[in-house]
């Protein structure tokens, strides 16, 4: 696609509910990352996918968060059991294997748990 | 660990004023630097970026950088602001392939 394709754009869910947040990558990207923005936390860096490579899940705030890539396309992020704190907006970005330091950033899933 | 830092939260200026965003970065190893911009309730933009070669980046909309080894510094500007180019700026650096951002600046431009 022309760029990287987040949704919902939009959830609210009640606390202890389990979300999943998609990601579609730009076509030929072969590397996949997750961010989440929220206030007082600033950008953080939460998982990276790379081919066929195992990925970096470094990032990843407890147990509850996962992700996969499926047949190294298409991301999808899972919270469950959701709690208050998760509450925040998920970002989603690409990079192609020529600029690999350059990421395209989908605009983000706003995540409400009440 | 690589890492930036952003001096200034939140920055007014006046239209077709100039503004300069500060970013100082600490790196033992080679540097690579970027800014981004966010718009309300859009993703990041990729505004410009340092891998190598001239210290002065020259980036979209208008934007310039300085990359400054000696003060370790990577300071976005700008001669002219537009009330459009309000927005939160975020530097960055990255480590391989991970990216690690600063708190960001607030950009509030006014007529």
């Known amino acids: 696609g022309a760029g990287v394709s987040q949704s919902p754009s939009n959830k609210v869910t009640e606390k202890g509910k389990d979300v999943e947040l998609r990601c579609d990558p730009i076509?030929?990207?072969?590397?996949l990352y997750w961010y989440r923005q929220s206030l007082g936390q600033g950008l953080e860096f939460l998982i990276y996918?790379?081919?066929?490579?195992?990925?970096?899940k470094s990032g990843l705030p407890s147990d509850r968060f996962s992700a996969e890539r499926t047949g190294g396309s298409v991301s999808t992020l899972t919270i469950q059991r959701t709690q208050q704190e998760d509450s925040a907006v998920y970002l989603c970005?690409?990079?192609?294997?020529?600029?690999?330091?350059?990421?395209?950033f989908g605009a983000g899933s706003r995540l409400t748990v009440l | 660990a690589q890492s930036v830092t952003q001096l200034d939260s939140q920055v007014p200026v006046f239209e077709e004023a100039p503004v300069e965003l500060r970013c100082n970065y600490s790196?033992?190893?080679?540097?690579?630097l970027f800014w981004y911009v966010q718009y309300p309730n859009q993703g990041l933009q990729l505004l410009l970026k340092?891998?190598?070669?001239?210290?002065l980046v020259k980036g979209i909309n208008g934007f310039e950088a300085e990359f400054n080894k000696s003060q370790t510094s990577f300071h976005l500007r700008k001669p002219s602001v537009h009330i459009s180019d309000t927005a939160e700026y975020f530097c960055?650096?990255?480590?391989?392939?991970?990216?690690?951002f600063g708190a960001g600046t607030t950009v509030t431009v006014r007529a």
């Open positions: 996918f790379q081919g066929n490579s195992a990925p970096d």
């Open positions: 790196s033992s190893v080679s540097v690579y």
């Open positions: 970005a690409s990079s192609a294997p020529a600029e690999a330091n350059v990421l395209t």
């Open positions: 960055a650096t990255s480590n391989d392939y991970k990216l690690s």
């Open positions: 076509s030929g990207h072969t590397a």
């Open positions: 340092y891998l190598s070669g001239s210290t």
